[in-house]
């Protein structure tokens, strides 16, 4: 149907997101799919039963609107123990339909027109774009190409008065970096005394390889208290369809997010949060997931070992970065498509994690595969 009028956009520079792209075209290439960061394989039958059981016992309404009461008290525990840090189930914690939601209203409601927001690229696609919808600008800086480590000085340098925000990710998606204490210091520092909000995004919390901490914003005192922690049970129970998320914040501004979210979604859904309510329950729901994912990666890396791609270190999340540029000119999404078309197995161009389009001839690969998946993939990819 042809519109009666031709809004002006709000995106003029944001097409349909590379995720779905990519599944479009690996779908019509029957290629097999190591391109979005989401599992192939079946989460554990224990929470269909407990979602299930939750629906014929007539748990099919509304939740509370911030969120399942036991989810909550179940999730404020969580916290605790693994971070020590208090959040209050009532005033503090937030479930929300996806960390996706979660990052939109915590954004929305707390960034205002003509503020600034630091974020790091490669970044997640969403971010700069919400920033942007709230007429707030997005300051990009760069990770470096090599480490994808966060030049603080750069960060520094970029502050300004009117800085209300800095976006963070750790585990990092794209790049499989992940906070250090440094980056900790470093961040604590040039917050403190001022009125920049932290908004962290940790949705690979439990995705964290060869024995290293995942740096929760809870663990630091002086970070908690100014930041929104944004996480997933998507990510962590392998329902990433399920939508649901949370989301940490100081009473305060967990106020202002709970005004946005009640007019977003009002709440999210309500037999998902009792089944996980339930799996939280049991620790090894979650704790098992760092091994779980390094045997995965480590898998593909074993089996790329051959392959002419140099591959990055992945320290956490459920992605891989790959460089092709020693045995390709091409750009990173014409690599991409002739990987689809002639070796028929999907991955994301890199470029598509910057605003600029920097493209530094490297690929991610997501390692949240069945086993056959991955070693049926690094087949594929040796052969180019
Ligand atoms: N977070 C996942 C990824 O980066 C999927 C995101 C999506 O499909 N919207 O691949």
Known sequence: MKSAWIPQSKLPNVGTTIFTVIGQLAEEHHALNLSQGAPNFACDPKLVEAASRAMRAGHNQYSPMSGVVALREALAIKTEKLYGAKYDPGTEVTVVASASEGLYASISALVHPGDEVIYFEPSFDSYAPIVQLQGATPVAIKLSSETF??????????ITPKTRMILINTPHNPSGSAFTAHDIERLTAL?????????????YEHVVFDGALHHSMARHPQLAERSVIVSSFGKSYHVTGWRVGFCLAPAELTAEIRKVHQFMT????????????????????YLGLGPFYQRKRDLLAKALAGSRFELLPSAGSFFMLARFGAFSEESDSDFVL????????????????????????VIRLSFAKDDD???EGARRLCSI
């Open 149 to 158: 480590q966060i030049d603080w000085d750069e960060v520094a340098a970029k």
């Open 191 to 203: 917050t403190r005394d001022t009125q920049i909000i932290v908004l962290s995004d940790e949705v």
């Open 266 to 285: 009002f709440s999210a859904d309500t037999p998902m949060q009792i089944a996980f309510a339930e799996a939280l329950g049991d620790e090894s729901s």
């Open 338 to 361: 002739r990987l689809i078309r002639e070796a028929r197995v999907a991955t994301i161009p890199l470029s598509a994690f910057y605003t600029d389009g920097t493209d530094n001839r």
């Open 373 to 375: 998946t991955l070693l």
